[in-house]
């Protein structure tokens, strides 16, 4: 036997158009192999696998990563920082770090990258990781839509995160804010959007070597479809609100298609927020694989998010759940169980009405700023 079936557990994953069950086309190649030719065969396998793990496919062990369109590899599981206060947020990027953390999702919007930056040098000081160990996203806030601008931007969060490169540097929102406007306050703040000339900016970043890789953030299948038609770098990653009760399936299958990573804010539904109007991790579904896996139904919210193919960004400041978060690595759900999540009625959560008014703002309903997608 070339390939121990038993130790690997997949789900079928559609690419180049076909639907490949797994485990019934390998088992099928090795028979092939004994009777003809071993090595050609081989290689086909060799490719299949290779082409399912660099898209996210994971094992009973991880995945702890995924490949981006860029070749980079992106932590299948970070800490999201956004309503983390700035004289707590120290603290929990420290306790993270040493718990094992490897990626740190940030904001320039989240007004908390400085003390972050403080959290990030000191643990470089203290020899407990290296910049080359991390993974630091940040964001393009909308005030610096302007080409002009975006290097702008990009130059603050440097300056806060005491960093002399990011990772993945994001297009917050499909949104532009004059720059002297922090928030949409008044429908004055506005300027008007022209998400093509803020991409070409934002690819110009890559040139300089400060930033490797660029992407967006709460884009849907039409606003992609835009980017694409004139975009010359395609976006690594599109990061948005996903959890089981909202599962992004369109946008999933369309990302995947395009080579695009989907990354998962409030993968457990932000419990505690004000746009939070139920609780993801009270739903039935989660409880009762909960108690079948043995483990919490966050554990299990954010294991549901990396064995659908996507990198989670939940978020906490509590040392407890930060350790608890980490622990989704050495197990997974049960093919049956994960059948399971597809019953959920979906929602979602975050509608981003703030950024409506009906003069200057380019939406002028929930509708229009997620394409239908509600």
Same mark, same amino acid.
């Given at each position: ?30 028979? @092939?192999?004994?009777?003809? @030719? ?16 660099? $898209? ?19 932590? *299948? ?25 490897? !990626? ?18 000191? $643990?470089?000081?203290? #020899? ?25 931007? /990009? ?9 002399? !490169? ?5 297009? !917050?929102?499909?949104? *532009? /804010? ?23 900016? $934002? ?14 953030? #709460? ?5 992609? =479809?835009?980017?694409? *038609? ?7 990653? #599109? =990061? ?21 990573? /989907? ?8 419990? &505690? ?20 896996? &043995? ?15 996507? @990198? ?12 608890? #978060? ?13 059948? /399971?999540? @597809? ?8 509608? *981003? ?22």
């Amino acid at each position: 036997t070339f390939l121990n079936c038993s130790s690997v557990s997949v789900y079928p994953y559609k690419h180049l158009g076909k639907s490949l069950p797994p485990i019934k086309y390998i088992w099928r190649l090795r028979h @092939s192999v004994d009777r003809s @030719s071993r090595s050609v065969l081989q290689t086909d396998v060799v490719v299949l696998l290779s082409l399912r793990f660099k $898209m996210g496919t994971v094992t009973t062990e991880g995945p702890k990563f995924f490949e981006l369109n860029t070749g980079d590899k992106l932590p *299948a599981l970070g800490l999201g920082t956004w309503q983390a206060e700035p004289n707590v947020i120290r603290e929990v990027v420290k306790s993270a770090i040493k718990e094992g953390y490897r !990626h740190i999702d940030c904001a320039y919007d989240y007004y908390n990258e400085k003390e972050i930056g403080d959290a990030l040098q000191e $643990m470089f000081k203290q #020899n407990i990781v290296k910049r080359e160990d991390l993974w630091i996203t940040s964001k393009l806030w909308s005030s610096f839509h302007a080409p002009e601008h975006v290097p702008e931007g /990009l130059d603050i969060t440097l300056k806060n995160l005491q960093l002399d !490169h990011l990772d993945l540097y994001l297009i !917050h929102w499909p949104v *532009a /804010l004059k720059r002297t406007s922090p928030k949409p306050d008044n429908p004055e703040d506005f300027a008007v959007l022209d998400i093509q000339a803020t991409w070409a900016a $934002m690819e110009k970043l890559v040139e300089t070597g400060r930033v490797r890789a660029i992407g967006v953030s #709460n884009f849907t299948v039409e606003k992609l =479809q835009k980017l694409l *038609a004139y975009a010359q770098v395609t976006p690594a990653v #599109n =990061q948005v609100e996903c959890h089981p009760v909202w599962q992004q399936r369109k946008l999933r299958s369309f990302c995947r298609s395009k080579g695009i990573h /989907l990354s998962a804010y409030s993968p457990l539904g932000s419990p &505690g927020s004000s746009f939070s109007r139920f609780s993801v991790l009270e739903h039935p579904v989660l409880k009762k694989v909960s108690e079948r896996v &043995g483990k919490t139904t966050a554990q299990v919210a954010l294991r549901w998010g990396i064995q659908s193919g996507n @990198s989670v960004l939940p978020k906490t400041t509590s040392a407890k759940r930060i350790k608890e #978060n980490f622990g989704i690595f050495d197990w997974s759900i049960p093919p049956e169980d994960f059948k /399971l999540f @597809s019953e959920i009625d979906q929602v979602r959560l975050f509608k *981003a009405d703030f950024w409506l008014n009906d003069s200057t703002s380019p939406y002028k309903t929930v509708d229009e700023i997620w394409d239908g997608d509600l």
